[in-house]
């Protein structure tokens, strides 16, 4: 017998409040009579001067003390150890790709075996768990990962186990597990079983039983994959893109043969557009540099089939730079003093457009441009008075602004008139301040430029395209679209969002694989996690405006040769400690009946009374 | 009085004792001398006498006048000395039942030409049984308090669920009466109480209470102890030769043939 909450008994002290009730309050049916002296010989006796009523000793008494006794024992968590062997189980599960390594069961002809992976036969070892653990048994489920989560409970009932892993499918990249058994380890009690499940040997505290349930298996996989968005130019030759792509093999054999195949488009249409057999050495990094026309279609690679398959497939889809308008209302002699044509030329996916249309940096005077835009950086030549000096050095610059990444000024002669100038100095030269950036709440930064175009050589020297080349680059970045397709399990899926739809909280979800949408994180520059390979779709509003193909490439999860089987106990005896946390239930149950059968006869009787029977 | 009870009296009248009464003028023969035709006595002619009265054949045997005397015609006095505590209206059957009581036999000396008078026990007069309140506090004394009148009939109308020997009492009221009638009126419910369990009983006029634990065997005792207080009621009333009846309350036609008429209180009109 214990009592698991022992100062519940303190509510003993309800057994002498329910006697002084009856002692000082006992309210009997009261009755009249004319003749009372004729009773009077039978009068219960009463005590002279008193001004209490006698405690009678009633059915109704003895049930509110036999309640009150039962409700002090119910918080007192009495239990005398009836037939109560519940457990709580907590699971951790490891969530890494190579859970989904298939393996033939052994048996039956070679064709026909049936593969199963390692997530099914954790399924199956949790069936075994459920079907074993005593009714009425409790599970916390739990996820291992960069971020460890909870996918069951803490303490749902075990039967729910089932059907919570049906839908798992693991597909992380490398992790620490120590963070999730952590987490574990914290929702124990004392008593708990603890158990995680995994496919190779790892250190895991002393408490958890460790179930292993992979196989060692050779394997080949895509270790990287790139789609070169940069123009591949060619005399004579139409555009093309780069491929390259990085294959491996983990295997005890000496080598082992695969095929890459390439097909273009996307489901029933996919045209094959390369094929090659490989010969793959273990441990050995293979690469491919390949060229194809340019397309907009997306390309998709796929070895043989073999224990993982998650590392054979990699859909690379079509880059889409975004370029940079560029546009300046100076006159023609300053620009092309400035060889802005030449630049626009050079520099990758920039395009010289007229002032008059819409453009990202705008290259201009001081007055008032009606073309500028809200996301338009605007660089401002300010006009040079009768004062100006002819800067040659040293000048200061502000080299952590990324603007200045690269310059270094050396032989410029700059030329610049005198005054204040707005913003955030970038360049100096003694006092004056030759070049500034000017940050403008809800709309793009404005630079002032304190030069005198005409006799600088700035534009003659390197600085000047690296500058321009900085601006751009910055600006693109700023640019509404994503930022990267191609991107690897566990990598930011970004995408920023242009001004207008910030301005009108546009509803921006991702809508994965699993096509479950999450809310994007982030007020301009939306982020998600990208956690399963596969196509990812962002949509605004119900509209489709980007899509990403997110691969699985992780040499340590393609390696399945560390695969193994056991099952470890827990060290130290875990688990069988008494399970003080969960006994009592069945006694609080039978207390509780009991007292609701108190309170059910205790209004029988009172009510017999009030009826005068 | 309701008309049931009304209806009820017609078919009884009050049986009046068979000795001499007083009274006024009436029709019942008294026990003096007077004008009705029933002879009562002789005695010597005194001058101014009745001629009509001399007995002339006693004269003829004897040479001696002798003048008849006869009975005089009374119409008794009947006091009805009614108990008008709470007790007597603790039920609202016993309530009815005593006014039809009281009614009656108002109406019943009315008929003998008698009159009716009626006096509340440790009270004085009342006229109307029909509004009396019955309110009367409890007294050390119950006799009236008015002057009751000699050689009267007199009728007590209580349940003498009071403490003590009423045998004092009893006499006390038998005092100076031609006759004591003393109706002893309880309900169904004084004479077999129903078991209640435990309670705490409160006397309906002196609200002393006690608890009790009424089941069987309690009202088996009171019932015990009720029978020897009727009894000393009784053995009171016939120790002062009156009459003794107890009536149960209940309708008027029920009270006058099983309880009054059973006594001998009553016979048919």
Redesign the interface.
């Known amino acids: 017998m214990e009592f698991t909450t022992p100062l519940g008994l303190l509510a003993l002290l309800s057994l002498p409040v329910v006697l002084a009730l009856h002692f000082f309050r006992r309210k009997?049916?009261?009755?009249?009579?004319?003749?009372?002296?004729?009773?009077?010989?039978?009068?219960?006796p009463?005590d002279a001067g008193r001004q209490r009523?006698?405690l009678?000793q009633?059915p109704s008494l003895y049930l509110e003390l036999l309640a009150a006794l039962l409700v002090s024992l119910w918080l007192s968590g009495f239990s005398v150890g009836l037939s109560d062997h519940r457990t709580h189980v907590i699971v951790v599960l490891d969530d890494s790709a190579s859970m989904q390594a298939t393996a033939a069961v052994a048996g039956g002809e070679q064709a026909t075996r049936k593969r199963v992976s390692g997530a099914d036969l954790v399924r199956q070892r949790l069936a075994d768990l459920v079907a074993q653990a005593p009714s009425g048994s409790r599970c916390t489920l739990m996820l291992s990962g960069r971020r460890a989560r909870v996918l069951l409970g803490p303490r749902a009932p075990i039967h729910l186990l089932a059907d919570t892993v049906r839908g798992w499918r693991p597909g992380s990249p490398e992790h620490d597990f120590l963070p999730a058994l952590e987490l574990g380890l914290e929702v124990a009690a004392p008593g708990d079983d603890l158990v995680f499940l995994t496919d190779h040997a790892v250190d895991t505290p002393t408490r958890y039983r460790c179930i292993a349930v992979g196989q060692s298996l050779p394997n080949c996989g895509i270790v990287a994959a790139n789609r070169n968005l940069a123009e591949a130019k060619g005399a004579g030759q139409d555009d093309r893109e780069k491929l390259e792509v990085v294959l491996s093999a983990w295997t005890d054999e000496p080598a082992v043969t695969t095929r890459l195949t390439i097909r273009l488009g996307t489901g029933s249409r996919q045209t094959q557009i390369f094929q090659r057999d490989l010969e793959l050495r273990h441990g050995e990094l293979v690469p491919l540099a390949l060229s194809f026309p340019k397309t907009s279609q997306p390309w998709n690679l796929s070895l043989v089939a073999d224990a993982l398959a998650v590392d054979n497939v990699v859909r690379l889809l079509p880059g889409r730079p975004k370029q940079v308008l560029l546009a300046t209302d100076l006159d023609q002699r300053l620009v092309a003093r400035m060889g802005l044509a030449r630049l626009a030329r050079v520099l990758p996916h920039v395009a010289l457009v007229p002032a008059a249309s819409g453009c990202d940096i705008l290259i201009s005077g001081v007055a008032a441009v009606a073309s500028e835009g809200q996301d338009t950086v605007r660089v401002i030549v300010r006009p040079v008075g009768d004062e100006r000096d002819d800067w040659i050095g040293p000048f200061l610059m502000e080299r952590r602004h990324p603007l200045m990444s690269g310059l270094s000024l050396d032989g410029v002669v700059f030329s610049a008139g005198r005054g204040a100038m707005p913003g955030l100095p970038l360049i100096l030269a003694g006092e004056q301040v030759l070049l500034t950036e000017e940050q403008r709440a809800d709309a793009a930064p404005r630079l002032h430029l304190n030069l005198d175009a005409g006799r600088t050589n700035l534009f003659d020297t390197p600085d000047w395209p690296i500058l321009v080349s900085n601006l751009v680059e910055r600006v693109r970045k700023t640019l509404p679209g994503p930022r990267q397709v191609n991107l690897r399990v566990g990598d930011e899926i970004l995408y920023r969002l242009p001004r207008t739809a910030m301005a009108q909280s546009a509803d921006v979800h991702l809508l994965g694989p699993d096509a479950v949408a999450r809310i994007g994180h982030g007020r301009s520059l939306l982020s998600w996690e990208a956690r399963e390979p596969g196509e990812h779709r962002v949509l605004s509003d119900g509209k489709l405006i980007a899509t990403y193909s997110v691969q699985f490439v992780d040499a340590h999860e393609s390696d399945l040769r560390r695969c193994a089987s056991f099952d470890r106990a827990p060290q130290g005896g875990g688990g069988e400690v008494a399970r003080a946390s969960t006994s009592g239930y069945l006694e609080a149950r039978v207390l509780a009946l009991l007292l609701l059968l108190c309170m059910v006869l205790n209004w029988i009787v009172l009510g017999?009374?009030g009826r005068?029977? | 009085m309701r008309a049931e009870c009304s209806e009820a009296q017609a078919a009884w009248r009050l049986v009046l004792p068979s000795g001499p009464l007083r009274g006024r003028q009436g029709e019942r023969l008294g026990a003096s001398t007077g004008v009705s035709l029933e002879f009562m006595d002789y005695r010597d002619y005194l001058p101014g006498d009745d001629l009509r009265h001399v007995d002339w054949r006693s004269y003829a045997r004897t040479d001696q006048l002798k003048v008849r005397l006869f009975r005089e015609e009374v119409a008794p006095t009947l006091e009805i000395l009614a108990d008008l505590s709470?007790?007597m209206v603790?039920q609202p059957g016993k309530a009815q039942a005593i006014r039809d009581l009281l009614g009656a036999l108002a109406e019943w000396s009315r008929r003998a030409a008698g009159h009716p008078r009626f006096y509340a026990l440790g009270g004085i007069r009342f006229d109307d049984a029909d509004t009396v309140v019955f309110d009367q506090a409890p007294a050390d004394d119950l006799f009236p308090r008015a002057r009751l009148r000699p050689r009267s009939l007199r009728v007590v109308v209580s349940?003498f669920?009071?403490?003590g020997d009423p045998a004092p009492f009893l006499r006390r009221l038998a005092h100076g009466a031609s006759h004591l009638y003393v109706l002893q009126i309880l309900h169904a419910e004084?004479l077999t109480?129903?078991p209640?369990?435990?309670?705490?009983?409160?006397?309906?006029?002196?609200f002393?209470?006690?608890?009790?634990?009424?089941g069987e065997?309690?009202v088996r005792?009171?019932q015990q102890?009720?029978a020897r207080?009727r009894g000393a009621v009784e053995n009171g009333t016939r120790s002062v030769g009156g009459s003794y009846c107890m009536v149960h309350a209940a309708a008027p036609r029920v009270m006058f043939r099983s309880d009054l008429m059973a006594q001998g209180i009553v016979e048919p009109a």
């Not at chain 1, 009997?28 to 219960?44: N, P």
């Not at chain 2, 002393?208 to 009424?214: A, G, K, P, Y």
Request: contains cysteine; hydrophobic residues 40%.
């Open positions: 009997l049916r009261e009755q009249r009579v004319s003749g009372l002296f004729l009773f009077q010989k039978d009068a219960l009463a009523s006698r009678l009633t017999r009374r005068g029977r | 709470p007790s603790l349940d669920l009071f403490p004084e109480p129903a209640a369990g435990l309670v705490t009983l409160r006397d309906c006029e002196s002393e209470q006690i608890e009790i634990q009424l065997a309690a005792s009171y102890r009720l207080l």
